[in-house]
């Protein structure tokens, strides 16, 4: 898988306030995102379509199909991939903190 910031991309910011963002993003087939962690938010991945798999932690892999959803906690380190051959959208609910993005 390629690794690349431009590899997701967001679609449209459903909201954004504060301690509050939903957006709905798109991951290219084949890549991945950037690993990294929020200190303070819960962060709530659902697919909406295609495959997301999501890195929780050092090792527990999820694929999610559209429907399912992942949970990461605030200070986990995540990141986000495509296996598939077609881009991959979902939804992102993060609240309970204020927003930061912090690489690993």
């Given at each position: 898988?390629?690794?690349?910031?431009?590899?997701?991309?967001?679609?449209?910011?459903?909201?954004?306030?504060?301690?509050t963002k939903v957006a709905v993003f798109e991951?290219?087939?084949?890549?991945?995102?950037?690993?990294?962690?929020?200190?303070?938010?819960?962060?709530?991945?659902?697919?909406?379509?295609?495959?997301?798999?999501?890195?929780?932690?050092?090792?527990?892999?999820?694929?999610?199909?559209?429907?399912?959803?992942?949970?990461?906690?605030?200070?986990?380190?995540?990141?986000?991939?495509?296996?598939?051959?077609?881009?991959?959208?979902?939804?992102?609910?993060?609240?309970?903190?204020?927003?930061?993005?912090?690489?690993?």
């Amino acid at each position: 898988m390629a690794n690349s910031t431009d590899a997701v991309r967001c679609l449209r910011s459903l909201v954004d306030v504060e301690g509050t963002k939903v957006a709905v993003f798109e991951i290219a087939p084949g890549a991945q995102g950037v690993r990294h962690f929020h200190s303070s938010l819960c962060e709530h991945c659902i697919c909406l379509k295609g495959q997301v798999d999501v890195k929780v932690g050092g090792s527990s892999l999820q694929s999610l199909q559209p429907g399912d959803s992942a949970e990461i906690g605030p200070g986990v380190a995540h990141q986000v991939g495509n296996p598939g051959s077609e881009p991959g959208r979902y939804l992102v609910v993060q609240h309970g903190g204020v927003y930061d993005f912090l690489e690993v």
